[in-house]
């Protein structure tokens, strides 16, 4: 019997338009190679300690309550996705971690010794100036990962 391609496959969603078009790639990736799904989304601590900073929480003592919503928020969005009827049939695990999402990523790749990664790129369509100084959160992934990225762009819009 021959070794399948990928056995286990780390998708990464922020639920975002382009972290659900890789969502959909990796499902039909993890059905062709009949892999184990890991779904992995990060709450990124880093933005609320500069919330907290700026003042833009209504209290610094709010940091938890707002990590407890964005838990929250984070499960009910990830129980929408595995509750789709793509995923029936599928071995899938779900992961919701925190921290910086690079770290945590390749982190979570690492551990779960999976064969791929896919994520959502917006291509540099950005303007973030963190961006072009220090690089998106999907090129330092490709870089460290220490396996196989898949970076799944936004379809481009028909012409009309």
């Known amino acids: 019997m021959t070794e399948s391609l990928f056995t286990k496959i780390l998708v990464l969603v922020d639920f975002s338009p382009c972290s659900e078009e890789a969502f959909r790639v990796a499902l039909t990736l993890?059905?062709?190679?009949q892999a184990k799904l890991l779904l992995l989304h990060v709450i990124d601590t880093s933005v609320l300690a500069t919330f907290n900073q700026l003042g833009l929480?209504?209290?610094?003592?709010?940091?938890s309550g707002q990590k407890r919503r964005l838990r929250h928020h984070a499960r009910l969005n990830v129980r929408r996705l595995l509750e789709l009827k793509e995923t029936k049939g599928l071995d899938l695990k779900r992961i919701v971690l925190?921290?910086?999402?690079?770290?945590e990523i390749v982190k979570a790749?690492?551990?779960e010794k999976v064969?791929?990664?896919?994520m959502g790129s917006y291509g540099g369509r950005s303007g973030n100036v963190d961006?072009?100084?220090?690089?998106?959160?999907a090129e330092k992934v490709v870089r460290?990962?220490?396996?196989?990225v898949?970076?799944?762009p936004l379809p481009l819009k028909p012409k009309r």
């Open 30 to 33: 993890a059905k062709t190679f």
């Open 57 to 63: 929480l209504a209290v610094p003592s709010d940091a």
């Open 98 to 103: 925190e921290g910086g999402p690079f770290v």
């Open 109 to 111: 790749a690492r551990m």
């Open 115 to 118: 064969d791929l990664v896919v």
């Open 131 to 137: 961006k072009i100084f220090f690089g998106s959160t």
């Open 144 to 148: 460290t990962a220490g396996c196989s």
């Open 150 to 152: 898949l970076t799944v």
